[in-house]
Nanobody, 124 residues
């Protein structure tokens, strides 16, 4: 089964850009589509973006559309979440998650494997 490890979090200010990485190990990476989620204090985990197994298609949540993008490199077993023009109050833990279905509903319980998350803190 696949294991996921996020990295790239840190302290940001409103308007900054940040790229998060999700590296997979174990399993066959191309068998998994990958999504990114964010959990801010006191709120449920929120879907952000999803990339198909081949990387040919992506889906970005309306709430971050135009600012966030997702991509993957199957040779490097890596998925990235690029966040541009971060809004204020963006503090949270960002998680990547994998599913063996190319498309699934953008919901936490549709993803089977999760990383431990990477912290992003807004210092604005």
């Amino acid at each position: 089964q696949v294991q996921l490890a996020e990295s790239g979090g840190g302290t940001v200010q409103a308007g900054d850009s940040l790229r998060l990485s999700c590296v997979a190990s174990g399993g066959t990476f191309t068998q998994y589509a990958v999504g990114w989620f964010r959990q801010t204090p006191g709120k449920e985990r929120e879907f952000l973006a999803h990339v198909w197994r081949s990387g040919s298609s992506t889906y970005v949540a309306e709430s971050v559309y135009g600012r966030f993008s997702i991509s993957r490199d199957n040779a490097r077993h890596t998925v990235w979440l690029l966040m541009n023009n971060l809004p204020p109050g963006n503090t949270g833990v960002y998680y990547c998650a994998a599913t063996d279905r190319d498309w699934t509903a953008p919901m936490v319980n549709e993803y089977d494997y999760w990383g431990r998350g990477t912290q992003v803190t807004d210092s604005s």
